[in-house]
């Protein structure tokens, strides 16, 4: 007798499922990542130790990890508006540095002036978010009205805004007192977020956390969060049900670039406190990532970035216990693999063994 084996299509999979499967998915590519080490004459063991040691192992790897989470999860959230009506925002590098743009903007006149941190900090947010808006608009218009590929102009649109910054801060706005770094000056107290614990977190962490709430309450019981829902599953019924689709697109990327430009702000006022050309360790391409695998959920948006964050310390941490920085990348790499194949694989189907 011949035994029969499918992939099945789940439908309506809960979060609890899909937190469940991501937690295996995670253990498995340890798993297959911890081989690798070992085989490579390194304890596994050892790598595992320095990865949770690093991560999870006291208030200061905490507080590091959730620093790290927070811009991933700002990008994240934005991104999975986006992506939930058929765009694929690719543009979250160039929205987030022309955020720390819009930040540093108001940063330099209400800075020195010493406006308190009451005012001049949610004015550098709104203005990071209206620069990370306005520099999806181009790609989403294009999109809406001429049916431009928005992956094309929104992947363009972020060296742009790269070389932008770095023009600012290689002229105009370069700390004449930075010893000829190319840098902006560095931002006073009053347009910094407080610190929390005894590492690099800070206040800014309460931002993806809002936006996260506000996102599943707009998404669950708001007529933009419906009509969203319908573009994203079928654009020409949304037409036929009366939606304004051009209009619903156009708005889902302004959301989408502004939370990348608010993260921006977030960061650049939290941790680096100036202006430069490398702000990102490629946030936005690793938020396409998290959203992806958070179904664009935003409550798990959340726990995938802390999973990211954690992987990012934990590869720092492999590499300061001799295990060489390339073996913790493998590792990463691997948990990564079994994360975005068998993870996101069964979440969406199910293993259905039958006779034939």
Sequence with gaps: ??????????????????????CAAVLLGAVAGGVLVQASGYSATAAFGAILDGSFGGSYPISQTLAAAIPLATIALGTSVAFRVQLWNIGGEGQFTMGAFGATAVE??????????????????????????????????????????????????????????????????????GHNFPFSPRYPDNATFARIGDGQLHAGLFVPIAAAIVLLLIMSRTRWGYELRVVGENAEAARYAGINVRRTMLSAMLVSGGMAGAAGMVQIAGIIHLLNGQLSNNYGYTAIIIAWLARLHPLAVLLVSVLFGALVNGGYAVSQEGIPQALGAVLQGMILFFVLGVGDVFTRYRLRVSNA
Aim: no cysteine; hydrophobic share 60%; charged share 10%.
């Design 1 to 22: 007798m011949a035994i029969s084996v499918r992939l099945e299509r789940r439908v309506g999979v809960p979060l609890a499922q899909r937190v469940l499967v991501l």
């Design 108 to 177: 330099l006149i209400g800075g020195p002036a010493g406006w308190p941190a009451v005012v001049l900090l949610p004015l550098m947010f709104v203005a990071a978010f209206v620069a990370g808006a306005l520099w999806a608009l181009f790609p989403a218009y294009l999109r809406a009205w001429h049916g431009v590929n928005e992956i094309i102009t929104t992947l363009m649109l972020n060296y742009v805004a790269i070389l932008w910054v770095n023009f600012l801060v290689y002229g105009p706005w370069k700390d004449p007192q």
